[in-house]
């Protein structure tokens, strides 16, 4: 019997709040700028937010297209440098000896080479000091 009473209760809360709303909605009929400024509204709303061709997503595309402009300028830059590199490995031994020395600490058979660091390396079991 209380849920009867529950049921009923909410029924009728439900509508008094419909006729209410009904109500608000033929004000707005009745009054032709309301209507113009709630539709107009509305249609500002999707175009600008809503939509997959709205403003907003319009704006967010011009960022992602300007990075990865960007991104293609650097990786341009940097296939220039490489293409520099290469002509300049293919036309001069000495520029492979160079980074070889350099990069991957390579000799010549009558050399001995030195690194020195700055810092401070403990000595474990397998290392001797000479």
Known sequence: MVFYSL???FVAEKGK???KLKRLLVRIYHVKALKYALVTL???ILI???DENSVWHHFQNKQKIS???DEIKQYLDEHERNKEQIEKLESNPKAIEKIAR???FMKADDEDIFVLGDDQKTLTSN???E
Do not use: P
Request: hydrophobic share 45%; no cysteine.
């Open 7 to 9: 049921i009923r209760n």
């Open 17 to 19: 709040k419909m006729k």
């Open 42 to 44: 509305v249609a500002v």
């Open 48 to 50: 600008g937010f809503v």
């Open 67 to 69: 990075e990865l402009q």
């Open 102 to 104: 350099e990069r991957y």
């Open 127 to 129: 290392e001797t000091a």
